[in-house]
């Protein structure tokens, strides 16, 4: 393979030769025979199907008929039996049987650049905060409508590049998110005023913000169902990307920051400090939009994303969707049995499939009427389920607003520990720095205590949420740096299990027909919570520059509470 790619190349199956085997020829392992679209009590079936002819030397093999019974079953469970859908299973075994490989783990590492970069940003901005009331004039509280701004454009990048991956399929969209990021985050670093730098941060959010719903929704299409649970791994990338803009800031802002008190800056007055003084944010942004650029280099250039196959399918393009699972399988060193014959025997000619092709405006009319009552109601359709799905927005709205109110403006609180006497630069951005670094094992921990006997997603995220709130609270005791030090690192390290949790947790609760709509309004409250946060810290702020950390805290221990009342664990039991 060279090392430049073609990222716009259109595949065939003749590029990858030696990887198909007839569907009578292949041989799969035992364990790799999932039912991952039935419903529980639906697994008795299996005994129903020929699929193991010869089951004695441990392998299966596949004919036309009980792959088309699978297929059967797993439309009977969910309630959708067109074409598409059943074509799209026939990719989902073909996928499982390929399984996990080189292909995959590098998608990985690329999505997850997706993650650490949506966190990176949104500490990058905390991280300025200071900086630009030195060299622009907005009062302390005034500035962090910076926060809000890029919030409004974090809202608008997850809702257009959402739709829009369905209508211009996923490979665009992925490479196309980093790229205005890291167009707009090295822009940033030659603002000349602070609606400049506050509109830019806008724009650089619509980019940065189709991440995690465009990453998210491509990486679960290459996965085989077995490693599905491999979708919770990537918030693992969220606490670093924390980390390297902490780290980043700490070489830059102590550095080339000019030394001008906060308390003499006004937004009336003169700067309090000229640009040539002040360097050391603009430093900071020019880095961190180098290391995005890097990042959608690596995506666009030195890996060859293959389209999502069920989106050239529901395009139309049924062998190009049959090319892109030859290429995984190229790529894993694996075989695969999936061919347009075996596709059109289970759904129907190529030509099923094009009726249903839908025009770009039903596209985006589809997309919308996942909030539709439609959608909606099935999630209220039993009284747990109800209760369920209540309590876990609410979870997302109230964390959604707690963790931006004290950790996007950490680093104002921790400059202004001590009000006569604030804390040297060099001491703030430090122990932001270390705080970062504790942070990390966190996501870590939580992949592992999830699936502990007696402990669970229910019990790990109400303790975790619980500790964060507390811990947030006790901040505010002592205004000396080593003790906020000390329970910063704390909140941060029981923040990131929380957080672990919380994305494993949610798409499990909701039934499969209804995960998307489920998790998808989960995070739209999200992003709105988030978007409210700077102005409830500029109003609550003024009154006491410490409300804003008690809005948080009790945040924090109203999702506990909800969290306490979850009628549902998943722990060791299939998703419907």
Same mark, same amino acid.
């Given at each position: 393979?060279?090392? $430049?790619?073609?990222?716009?190349?259109?595949?065939?199956?003749?590029?990858?030769?030696?990887?198909?085997?007839?569907?009578?020829?292949?041989?799969?392992?035992?364990?790799?025979?999932?039912?991952?679209?039935?419903?529980?009590?639906?697994?008795?079936?299996?005994?129903?199907?020929?699929?193991?002819?010869?089951?004695?030397?441990?392998?299966?093999?596949?004919?036309?008929?009980?792959?088309?019974?699978?297929?059967?079953?797993?439309?009977?469970?969910?309630?959708?039996?067109?074409?598409?859908?059943?074509?799209?299973?026939?990719?989902?075994?073909?996928?499982?049987?390929?399984?996990?490989?080189?292909?995959?783990?590098?998608?990985?590492?690329? @999505?997850?650049?997706?993650?650490?970069?949506?966190?990176?940003?949104?500490?990058?901005?905390? %991280?300025?905060?200071?900086?630009?009331?030195?060299? !622009?004039?907005?009062?302390?509280?005034?500035?962090?409508?910076?926060?809000?701004?890029?919030?409004?454009?974090?809202?608008?990048?997850?809702?257009?590049?959402?739709?829009?991956?369905? *209508?211009?399929?996923?490979? %665009?969209?992925?490479?196309?998110?980093?790229?205005?990021?890291?167009?707009?985050?090295?822009? *940033?670093?030659?603002?000349?005023?602070? $609606?400049?730098? @506050?509109?830019?941060?806008?724009?650089?959010?619509?980019?940065?913000?189709?991440?995690? /719903?465009?990453?998210?929704?491509?990486?679960?299409?290459?996965?085989?169902?077995?490693?599905?649970?491999?979708? +919770?791994?990537?918030?693992?990338?969220?606490?670093?990307?924390?980390?390297?803009?902490?780290?980043? &800031?700490?070489?830059?802002?102590?550095?080339?920051?000019?030394? +001008?008190?906060?308390?003499?800056?006004?937004?009336?007055? /003169?700067?309090?400090?000229?640009?040539?003084?002040?360097?050391?944010?603009?430093?900071?942004?020019?880095?961190?939009?180098?290391?995005?650029?890097?990042?959608?280099?690596?995506? !666009?250039?030195?890996?060859?994303?293959?389209?999502?196959?069920?989106?050239?399918?529901?395009?139309?393009?049924?062998?190009?969707?049959?090319?892109?699972?030859?290429?995984?399988?190229?790529?894993?060193?694996?075989?695969?049995?999936?061919?347009?014959?075996?596709?059109?025997? $289970?759904?129907?000619?190529?030509? &099923?499939?094009?009726?249903?092709?839908?025009?770009?405006?039903?596209?985006?009319?589809?997309?919308?009427?996942?909030?539709?009552?439609?959608?909606?109601?099935?999630?209220?359709?039993?009284?747990?389920?109800?209760?369920?799905?209540?309590?876990?927005?609410?979870?997302?709205?109230?964390?959604?607003?707690?963790?931006?109110?004290?950790?996007?403006?950490?680093?104002?609180?921790?400059?202004?520990?001590?009000?006569?006497?604030?804390?040297?630069?060099?001491?703030?951005?430090?122990?932001?720095?270390?705080?970062?670094? *504790?942070?990390? /094992?966190?996501?870590?921990?939580?992949?592992?205590?999830?699936?502990?006997?007696?402990?669970?997603?229910?019990? +790990? $995220?109400?303790?975790?949420?619980?500790?964060?709130?507390?811990?947030?609270?006790?901040?505010?005791?002592?205004?000396?740096?080593?003790?906020?030090?000390?329970? +910063?690192?704390?909140?941060?390290?029981?923040?990131?299990?929380?957080?672990?949790?919380?994305?494993?947790?949610?798409?499990?609760? !909701?039934?499969?027909?209804?995960?998307?709509?489920?998790?998808?309004?989960?995070?739209?409250?999200?992003?709105?919570?988030?978007?409210?946060?700077?102005?409830?810290?500029?109003?609550?702020?003024?009154?006491?520059?410490?409300?804003?950390?008690?809005?948080?805290?009790?945040?924090?221990?109203?999702?506990?509470?909800?969290? @306490?009342?979850?009628?549902?664990?998943?722990?060791?039991?299939?998703?419907?």
């Amino acid at each position: 393979m060279p090392f $430049i790619v073609n990222p716009f190349k259109k595949q065939d199956v003749s590029d990858f030769t030696g990887v198909y085997t007839p569907l009578a020829d292949f041989r799969r392992p035992s364990s790799t025979n999932d039912h991952g679209d039935t419903k529980p009590g639906e697994l008795a079936d299996e005994k129903k199907l020929d699929v193991s002819p010869n089951p004695s030397n441990g392998f299966s093999a596949y004919t036309i008929d009980a792959l088309r019974a699978e297929i059967d079953l797993g439309s009977a469970a969910s309630g959708h039996d067109t074409a598409y859908d059943r074509k799209s299973k026939v990719i989902n075994k073909a996928i499982t049987d390929i399984g996990m490989g080189r292909y995959q783990w590098s998608l990985f590492a690329l @999505c997850g650049f997706g993650w650490l970069a949506d966190n990176m940003w949104l500490q990058g901005v905390a %991280l300025t905060l200071p900086s630009l009331t030195k060299e !622009f004039g907005p009062s302390e509280n005034q500035v962090r409508y910076t926060t809000c701004a890029l919030f409004i454009g974090l809202c608008l990048g997850a809702s257009f590049w959402g739709i829009a991956s369905d *209508v211009i399929g996923r490979r %665009l969209a992925f490479n196309m998110t980093l790229f205005l990021a890291a167009v707009f985050g090295l822009g *940033v670093g030659g603002g000349s005023s602070w $609606i400049g730098v @506050c509109g830019l941060y806008a724009a650089l959010g619509v980019g940065v913000g189709g991440n995690l /719903p465009v990453d998210g929704a491509l990486f679960l299409e290459f996965l085989p169902f077995a490693s599905s649970g491999l979708l +919770t791994g990537l918030s693992v990338w969220w606490p670093i990307g924390q980390l390297i803009a902490s780290l980043v &800031a700490w070489g830059f802002l102590p550095n080339y920051e000019c030394a +001008t008190g906060l308390e003499s800056c006004n937004i009336s007055a /003169p700067p309090c400090c000229t640009r040539s003084q002040n360097q050391g944010w603009r430093y900071l942004n020019l880095t961190l939009g180098a290391m995005t650029f890097v990042m959608f280099t690596c995506r !666009f250039f030195l890996f060859h994303l293959y389209e999502s196959p069920k989106f050239l399918l529901s395009q139309g393009r049924q062998p190009e969707a049959v090319a892109a699972v030859h290429g995984i399988a190229y790529k894993n060193r694996k075989q695969t049995w999936l061919s347009e014959d075996v596709l059109n025997a $289970i759904g129907g000619t190529a030509a &099923a499939v094009e009726k249903e092709h839908l025009s770009t405006g039903e596209i985006v009319k589809r997309n919308l009427g996942k909030f539709s009552t439609e959608r909606i109601g099935p999630l209220f359709a039993t009284k747990k389920l109800g209760l369920m799905t209540c309590l876990i927005w609410f979870c997302w709205t109230t964390i959604g607003m707690g963790y931006p109110l004290f950790n996007a403006f950490l680093p104002q609180y921790l400059s202004n520990s001590n009000s006569e006497q604030p804390t040297e630069p060099s001491i703030v951005y430090r122990n932001y720095a270390i705080t970062s670094i *504790v942070g990390v /094992p966190g996501a870590l921990l939580a992949y592992f205590t999830v699936n502990m006997k007696y402990i669970g997603r229910k019990g +790990t $995220i109400a303790s975790s949420t619980l500790i964060t709130g507390i811990l947030v609270f006790c901040f505010t005791i002592s205004s000396d740096p080593t003790f906020q030090l000390a329970f +910063t690192c704390l909140e941060a390290f029981f923040q990131n299990i929380m957080y672990g949790v919380l994305y494993a947790y949610t798409p499990e609760v !909701f039934p499969a027909p209804n995960r998307g709509t489920g998790t998808g309004i989960a995070s739209m409250l999200n992003r709105i919570a988030g978007l409210c946060a700077p102005i409830v810290a500029v109003n609550a702020g003024q009154s006491d520059p410490k409300a804003p950390i008690y809005a948080s805290g009790g945040l924090f221990l109203a999702a506990f509470v909800a969290m @306490c009342l979850f009628p549902i664990e998943t722990k060791g039991k299939q998703s419907l």
